[in-house]
């Protein structure tokens, strides 16, 4: 079952222009990951931020984790036309101890004018 | 990074055939790997965790003879739809975690179904 909300459900910026992106999510969690996904393809980690950490930076991304609101915002500084996709916050489930499969949320549409 | 490799990338059948997806690891051993089916601009929905050497647990909602899953090696894990119709068509995409990071999955690049 979806557990994540994403929004917006579609975000169109300027090239250059920072975007934010958030998530809610409505169970507890291990980790919070976020993932890309260009049109029709397969999905690529981000970034992953885990339930005892508030802020996380990699690169031009900055990811936020609010355990108390169960809300998350994915932040793309400057951004580029390469950037555009859709972006997608993903939970584990269970104990995190295993293997288990992802929840994804129901994802954001990035669009990036040049 | 992980690779992991989804064949075919899209495949067109007819109504009562059966479809056969491959997902491999190409670079790391995956005793686990994982089944997702996505609507057109919509989320990942979990379908199914392929366990290597025993039977795959699927998501409730999910027929298990609907879509047959085999992990046969640490490489490899397969799906069947047997019997397909229309309403299954859909894209499909598998992931694997490589076991010495935290649940961080890779995906395959999907497959999408198209069936007459």
């Known amino acids: 079952s979806q557990q994540g909300e994403e929004d917006p459900q579609a975000l169109s910026i300027q090239e250059g222009e920072n975007a934010t992106m958030n998530c809610s999510y409505k169970?507890?969690?291990?980790?919070l990951q976020w993932y890309r996904q260009n049109s029709g393809r397969g999905l690529v980690h981000l970034i992953l931020i885990r339930s005892n950490e508030r802020e996380k930076h990699s690169g031009r991304l900055r990811v936020t984790l609010d355990t108390s609101k169960k809300s998350s915002s994915l932040l793309i500084t400057a951004s580029r036309a390469a950037d555009t996709a859709s972006y997608f916050c993903a939970s584990t489930r269970g104990s995190g101890g295993g293997a288990d499969g992802l929840t994804f949320g129901k994802g954001t549409h990035l669009i990036i004018q040049p | 990074g992980a690779v992991v490799s989804q064949h075919p990338s899209r495949v067109i059948c007819k109504s009562g055939t059966s479809v056969k997806i491959e997902c491999r690891s190409l670079d790391f051993q995956a005793t686990t790997m994982f089944w997702y089916r996505q609507f057109p601009k919509q989320s990942l929905m979990l379908m199914a965790t392929s366990n290597e050497g025993s039977k795959a647990t699927y998501e409730q909602g999910v027929e298990k003879d609907k879509f047959l899953i085999n992990h046969a090696s640490l490489t490899l894990s397969t799906l069947t739809v047997t019997s397909a119709h229309p309403e299954d068509s859909s894209f499909y995409i598998c992931s694997a975690r490589d076991m010495g990071v935290e649940n961080i999955q890779y995906f395959g690049a999907g497959t999408r179904l198209s069936v007459l």
């Open positions: 169970t507890s969690i291990n980790n």
